[in-house]
């Protein structure tokens, strides 16, 4: 019995790595979960430009590594602002919440290290997003 756990063992992908994002704001959660779900806000940001409405679910738009796709999986009722990002040769699947915090709410954004890059590679490409949490903090709240 012991040799077929091991068995198992080898098998199972190891969790990767994760960075996690949050930003707190005085604005309410429903102000806040459609300030994200508009994607032309997420422009305010400043790495993502040129966001323009594409066939089905998906979004198009400039990003620092080139062209990109950008599809939200939402449900307002539980605050989830999930979605998929396929560019600069890589696909990610970002976990994002909008919870409530007292009068104003809290957005986190939660990063998994795609298969694809090293974690190098996965770091520097979340350098910047410090920034743009600042500016869509900045256009929300004014």
């Given at each position: 019995?012991?040799?077929?756990?091991?068995?198992?063992?080898?098998?199972?992908?190891?969790?990767?790595?994760?960075?996690?994002?949050?930003?707190?704001?005085?604005?309410d959660v429903k102000?806040?979960?459609?300030?994200?779900?508009?994607?032309?806000?997420?422009?305010?940001g400043g790495a993502?430009?040129?966001?323009?409405?594409?066939?089905?679910?998906?979004?198009?738009?400039?990003?620092?590594?080139?062209?990109?796709?950008?599809?939200?999986?939402?449900?307002?009722?539980?605050?989830?602002?999930?979605?998929?990002?396929?560019?600069?040769?890589?696909?990610?699947?970002?976990?994002?919440?909008?919870?409530?915090?007292?009068?104003?709410?809290?957005?986190?954004?939660?990063?998994?290290?795609?298969?694809?890059?090293?974690?190098?590679?996965?770091?520097?490409?979340?350098?910047?997003?410090?920034?743009e949490i600042e500016?869509?903090?900045?256009?929300?709240?004014?």
């Amino acid at each position: 019995m012991v040799y077929l756990i091991n068995i198992k063992l080898k098998n199972m992908k190891i969790p990767r790595s994760v960075i996690v994002k949050t930003m707190v704001t005085i604005k309410d959660v429903k102000t806040t979960f459609d300030f994200f779900m508009n994607l032309k806000n997420w422009e305010t940001g400043g790495a993502l430009k040129n966001m323009r409405k594409d066939n089905d679910d998906w979004w198009l738009c400039d990003s620092p590594l080139g062209e990109a796709k950008i599809r939200i999986r939402s449900n307002e009722k539980f605050g989830i602002l999930d979605h998929d990002f396929i560019g600069g040769g890589g696909k990610w699947t970002v976990f994002s919440r909008v919870t409530p915090n007292e009068s104003g709410s809290t957005v986190s954004w939660l990063f998994i290290r795609p298969e694809d890059i090293t974690q190098e590679q996965f770091e520097g490409q979340l350098q910047n997003f410090d920034n743009e949490i600042e500016n869509w903090q900045k256009a929300l709240e004014s």
